[in-house]
């Protein structure tokens, strides 16, 4: 079956290389020159390696906690493992969380593809909350910190602002990022402490940790990666500073693994620009040993409070995310070694606080090669990107879904074209009444004319097709255009290819029986399914190797993941089509690819349907 397992998960990405570079900052300027105080909003800042550029952000405060705007590059002491370096480029960086525009339409978050694109603007602060529910006391901890968090998520953040909540136990496709302040103070209300409580269980994790004993050590274990991999996915959102704030009265029963489990935190922080800001619940109730998230918020550009105002230590997370400075430096002995460089930060002015990370891993030659094979691997092939490119945008004001295909008749080539009302389109729409369609190849017009609702077919010679569809509704304007391009195979040149895949949908038991999978039938042209939904997915294979060749069918993830192969319906003719019968019900909501494959000898082909389960 498929389900849990073939949804694509951001987590599935290739993390950020270590060192950040910046390439096209401005170039660091003297004090006094023009630009050197600047506080325009710079272009994206931030590059990959691939140059010599180390990025630092560096946040200055004065004594009240507030961030200092006036400095320059002049003010700046930078060194690199004790070697002072040349400040390259500079700028200031501000962001209060207000929208530039007083009516910004982008502000409310539509869904999970919108809070992604928000996130991933530069003018747009970002704040992941994690809440330690494994090391926050079911109580008086845990009431204290949900009655300021309260208040914080209602009343400290900018109208631009993103926000996400995650525990422990939060999936990282599951983390929700949202500008609403009623829904973030709703997983306020829901949260609770569980240090020293485990049962009734959250899941078959905590199951197992039942069994093998030792809970603390692996809910500490658990916390560290949790944190870990919510700094990669916040890397892998955007190259520009983020705030991840853990809420946890610290870690227990890690003690001979924790040099390795922090070490490994603070990188993946590191390298993915992110300041953790860690948070006891506790406040100064009494005398306690130092926690380890102290070294991890230092480390990593951020701040460790224990305090008994967390509306002012949370507060100040938002303050110092408002104004940085962003320098960049190239180390005067730059080494692949793959060790921790430390990197120092001073300013000149007296009495300010200045916050950086501590430093950077640089990668080793070997780590290079791998992430140059890794990202090869992970490139998305040619047909499969232009398969998804078939899929409508998710917020598409498509009226029409548009099919074309091909198929040999009197071992001739011809073309044939389909069409359907959407289902999912805003209620008042416009309605189709006319399709036309125009075919060219290069300059030369191969047909034109109407496709009515039983659609419409026409020879074409080989090679590349432009088919250009304009419908109308009533009153004859314009309300949809599409324009797809196929290729005609060649019957006298290819030896083996797939003819155009074609989609039978059934939406109940009583449709698939009596559904019409005949050579003339006319497939649905949608790609947008529910679950509840069932497929015929119809080709053949045609040319001269076809007897011989071998067939197979596989549903792919839309990162290009192989998921599962997908069995054939037997073939009362061995020269007949190929059928795949394929219930939705099993398979997560999400975009996916179903490839069908033909191989004989060295004469390979293939043919691939986008679709996309909705709900």
């Known amino acids: 079956m498929l389900g849990a397992s073939a949804t694509p998960h951001v987590s599935d990405q290739t993390p950020p290389a270590p060192v950040q570079t910046s390439p096209t900052q401005t170039p660091a300027q003297p004090a006094g020159q023009p630009g050197a105080d600047s506080q325009q909003q710079p272009p994206k800042p931030v590059f990959r390696t691939g140059a010599e550029l180390v990025r630092v952000d560096v946040a200055v405060l004065d004594r009240k ?54 996130a991933s603007k530069d003018n747009v602060r970002l704040f992941l909350i994690f809440w330690d529910e494994y090391h926050i006391g079911q109580m008086v901890s845990a009431n204290r910190a949900r009655s300021y968090l309260m208040q914080f998520v209602r009343t400290a953040f900018g109208p631009t602002d993103i926000v996400g909540f995650m525990d422990p136990l939060t999936p990282i496709d599951a983390i929700k990022f949202t500008r609403d302040r009623l829904e973030l103070a709703e997983q306020v209300r829901r949260l609770v402490g569980r240090s020293g409580v485990y049962v009734p269980t959250r899941s078959g994790v905590e199951d197992a940790h039942l069994q093998q004993g030792d809970v603390e050590r692996l809910r500490s274990e658990v916390t560290v990666s949790a944190v870990q991999s919510a700094a990669v996915h916040l890397g892998g959102i955007r190259d520009g500073r983020k705030a991840l704030i853990v809420i946890s009265e610290g870690l227990r029963g890690i003690q001979r693994d924790s040099t390795r489990l922090m070490t490994d935190l603070i990188r993946a922080a590191n390298d993915n620009n992110t300041a953790i800001y860690a948070v006891d619940p506790r406040g100064l109730g009494q005398q306690r040993f130092p926690s380890i998230w102290e070294s991890v918020a230092g480390d990593t550009g951020g701040d460790y409070y224990r305090s008994n105002d967390l509306d002012k230590a949370f507060r100040q997370v938002v303050v110092e995310s408002s104004g940085f400075y962003l320098l960049g430096y190239a180390p005067t002995d730059r080494r692949l070694d793959g060790r921790f460089h430390k990197i120092k930060v001073r300013v000149k002015p007296s009495g300010l606080d200045v916050r950086a990370r501590a430093g950077y891993w640089a990668p080793s030659v070997a780590e290079i090669e791998r992430a140059r094979t890794k990202a090869a691997e992970a490139e998305i092939p040619a047909d499969m990107v232009q398969a998804l490119s078939e899929l409508p945008g998710t917020n598409a004001r498509k009226a029409v879904d548009f099919w074309v295909g091909t198929a040999l008749d009197s071992g001739r080539q011809i073309v044939r074209l389909s069409w359907v009302p959407r289902a999912l389109v805003s209620p008042g729409s416009a309605k189709p009444a006319q399709v036309t369609a125009v075919a060219t190849r290069g300059e030369t017009r191969v047909f034109e004319g109407a496709v009515d609702s039983s659609g419409a077919s026409f020879p074409a010679p080989p090679g590349a097709l432009k088919v250009t569809f304009t419908v109308e509704d009533s009153i004859k304007e314009i309300i949809d255009r599409d324009v797809r391009t196929i290729e005609v195979p060649d019957p006298s040149a290819a030896a083996l290819w797939v003819t155009s895949p074609a989609l039978f949908r059934s939406q109940n038991a009583r449709e698939f029986r009596s559904l019409d999978r005949g050579p003339n039938a006319l497939p649905f042209p949608g790609r947008e399914f529910e679950r509840t939904d069932r497929l015929i997915i119809r080709f053949e294979v045609q040319g001269t190797a076809a007897s011989t060749a071998t067939v197979s069918a596989r549903i792919i993830s839309r990162w290009g993941k192989d998921l599962a192969e997908l069995p054939f319906l037997p073939r009362p003719d061995a020269a007949g089509p190929y059928e795949i019968d394929l219930p939705l019900s099993s398979v997560a909501r999400g975009d996916y690819l179903i490839a069908m494959a033909a191989s004989a000898g060295t004469d390979r082909a293939r043919a691939i349907v986008p679709i996309r389960v909705v709900r």
Do not use: Y
Not at 66 to 78: C, R
């Open 65 to 118: 906690g507030v961030p200092v705007t006036s400095l320059t590059a002049a003010d700046f002491e930078l060194e690199e493992d004790g070697v002072a370096q040349e400040i390259r480029t500079f700028q200031f960086i501000q962001n209060t969380g207000q929208p530039e525009k007083e009516d910004d339409v982008s502000l409310t978050i539509r869904s999970r593809s919108h809070a992604a694109s928000e």
